[in-house]
């Protein structure tokens, strides 16, 4: 399997190998305060339990449900605060692109790029996300095949991006919930390169105006993920869920954040090395 590294202000991150990477922050950018506060205490907790940390928020949230829904401040504005706390916590920064033209902004500021779920079919997109030399997270659309997201992966390598991993993120279980189909994690490892899984956003249910979802089950994923083999696992948190501007009802508490780790750090400690 390739080794994807990811270069941040305080050291490289590796992808693929060693400890458990974690990705973790608030799923938007809501204020400069909410962003320093979740990065500066998920970095703390990654560094007690020894586990690589890159932090992870939207600056524009392009596939809200309602018309009437928060998107976040703007690429404009949000790469400037997702820059001040790659800077102000020394840790790399992951964030969504949504057009070839975001992706070329958003190099300047993100260490990693990501192309959401919806999108992970979009060639000029994959594209032009490679053609920034930046490691790029491609998550797997609910809707696709995980054996698919090889071909995705080579979109993305061949237009030269400095390495791949692929995120599961739950599949359609008919038209209101998502289930994790937990052979995907092996399938999609075959194109060979890290596998990550996202914890918070496999828990939706998108159904009605708002999508919900139940984050009591994050513990549970989280730990089969870990024993299941994967490199990273991606997780949304928040100082008060119940008050995000998105995705309220799948964000983990960041008081609970650590505790969550911990498990996983556990499982991970107990698997055999092969």
């Given at each position: 399997?390739?080794l ?6 305080g ?53 809200r ?81 995980p054996?698919?997201?090889?071909s ?89 869920p ?33």
């Amino acid at each position: 399997m390739n080794l994807v590294r990811v270069p941040g202000p305080g050291g490289t991150v590796a992808v693929g190998e060693g400890p458990l990477v974690v990705i973790a922050g608030p799923c938007m950018l809501e204020s400069r305060e909410l962003a320093l506060r979740t990065a500066e205490a998920a970095a703390a907790a990654c560094a007690r339990l020894r586990l690589p940390y890159i932090f992870k928020s939207s600056y524009l949230k392009a596939n809200r449900t309602s018309v009437t829904s928060s998107v976040g401040p703007g690429l404009d504005e949000g790469l400037k605060l997702l820059a001040e706390v790659r800077t102000a916590v020394g840790a790399p920064v992951l964030t969504d692109v949504h057009s070839p033209d975001e992706a070329r902004a958003a190099a300047h500021a993100a260490d990693v790029l990501q192309v959401p779920a919806f999108l992970c079919r979009q060639t000029a997109l994959l594209q032009a996300c490679g053609a920034t030399g930046k490691p790029v997270n491609i998550k797997k659309g609910q809707f696709l095949n995980p054996a698919d997201m090889a071909s995705a992966a080579e979109k993305v390598k061949r237009a030269g991006s400095g390495g791949v991993l692929l995120t599961e993120r739950g599949s359609f279980f008919g038209y209101g919930d998502l289930v994790v189909d937990f052979r995907s994690f092996a399938v999609m490892r075959e194109a060979g390169w890290p596998v990550v899984f996202d914890v918070t956003h496999s828990l939706q249910r998108p159904a009605g105006p708002v999508t919900g979802g139940d984050r009591r089950f994050a513990p549970l994923l989280a730990r089969a993920a870990v024993a299941a083999g994967v490199d990273a696992l991606f997780i949304e948190t928040h100082p008060d869920p119940a008050r995000a501007l998105a995705d309220a009802a799948t964000q983990w508490p960041l008081d609970r954040f650590e505790a969550l780790l911990s498990e996983c750090a556990a499982v991970r400690a107990a698997l055999p090395r092969i």
